[in-house]
């Protein structure tokens, strides 16, 4: 016996392997190990100075995860001026910590995390509300439209046949 499709409007919904959603952070682990015998002292910096954006990784679930891409690019916006000096200037173990306990650069880092964390925040309502407000507008367009459609053909345009 044939099988019957699926009724008209509803989507039918694959089952997918638990964990393959998003991305594998296994992959990602082993990645930032294959980088740490190359350059030590970027991985040194980009550790200490990405870990808000790490808590917001791995933190973070669901679906829909965001929050590590907002907080993530304010918070390498911060750090990458810092990168530029270590790679273009003296790239040893012993720069990259004189930089992280300068606090400058920790500030930058975790300051830059915190507007990406009110960024990621504040959106949602602004969003929200703007859609509420140009919805609004376009509901009393079409009434405005209706209503003169019924004013230029009369009541019979708002009936139903049948």
Not at 24 to 36: D, E, G, S
Not at 47 to 55: E, I, Q, R, W
Not at 104 to 127: K, R
């Amino acid at each position: 016996m044939a099988k019957k499709p699926p009724p008209k409007g509803k989507v039918q919904q694959q089952a997918r392997p638990a964990g393959s959603g998003g991305m594998n952070k296994v992959a990602v682990l082993m990645i930032l190990a294959a980088l740490v015998p190359f350059s030590l002292p970027t991985v040194v910096v980009l550790f200490f100075t990405m870990l808000p954006t790490m808590g917001a990784w791995a933190s973070e679930k669901g679906a829909h995860k965001y929050a590590w891409l907002c907080v993530g690019g304010l918070n390498f916006s911060g750090v990458i001026p810092y990168l530029f000096t270590l790679w273009f200037g003296v790239h040893t173990l012993d720069e990259a910590f004189n930089m992280l306990s300068d606090g400058g650069l920790l500030l930058w880092a975790y300051g830059t995390s915190a507007i990406g964390w009110l960024i990621y925040t504040a959106m949602p309502p602004v969003v929200a509300s703007w859609l509420a407000f140009t919805t609004d507008r376009r509901v009393a367009a079409l009434k405005a439209a209706q209503k003169k459609l019924v004013e230029e053909w009369g009541d019979e345009v708002t009936k139903k046949n049948g």
